[in-house]
């Protein structure tokens, strides 16, 4: 699936967040809750809308955050908060993020049987809940949903 969902934690931090993320002049990228191990972590991944984010953003961000979840009490067992940027290679998981990145190149996981992936690197043509438009190495590449296992900005750290 290319566009993925938040699990219902997920959404309701991303509502109670996005109100302070304004505020701060910052955007939600994405919110994810999961399980690690024996710890659970909320991830919240900022971006600011005008500038680069800085860590001082980030800080202050979660410093607010926090109260605001101990007071409204949504998550009921103890999990690690994580408050960070998308980075410059970010996930791509909203449609959203496919409109805003599209004509940039990307880096596709595609499930590659038998139990593999294989990794595209292409220009983002276009995206749809059930497809990938990508133009790799002057040839256009359709990859269906059902075999997308991640989307990302990519960076070529070598120039």
Not at 13 to 27: M, T
Not at 101 to 106: A, D, I, M, R, W
Not at 126 to 134: F, G, I, V
Request: hydrophobic residues 40%; contains cysteine.
């Amino acid at each position: 699936m290319i566009f993925k969902n938040m699990n219902s934690t997920a959404e309701k931090v991303a509502k109670i967040a996005e109100p302070l993320a304004k505020e701060a002049g910052l955007q939600i990228w994405n919110v994810t809750f999961e399980k690690e191990g024996s710890l659970w972590y909320l991830r919240v991944f900022l971006d600011k809308l005008e500038g680069s984010i800085s860590l001082d953003d980030c800080e202050q961000f979660s410093r607010k955050l926090s109260q605001l979840l101990d007071e409204k009490d949504l998550i009921e067992h103890s999990y690690l908060l994580e408050v960070s940027s998308p980075g410059v290679e970010r996930e791509l998981t909203k449609s959203w993020h496919f409109e805003k990145y599209t004509g940039q190149l990307v880096s596709v996981k595609i499930a590659h049987p038998p139990q593999s992936t294989l990794t595209q690197v292409g220009t983002l043509l276009a995206a749809t809940k059930d497809e990938l438009t990508l133009k790799v190495d002057d040839k256009i590449q359709i990859v269906e949903a059902k075999n997308i296992n991640k989307v990302k900005l990519y960076f070529d750290f070598a120039f």
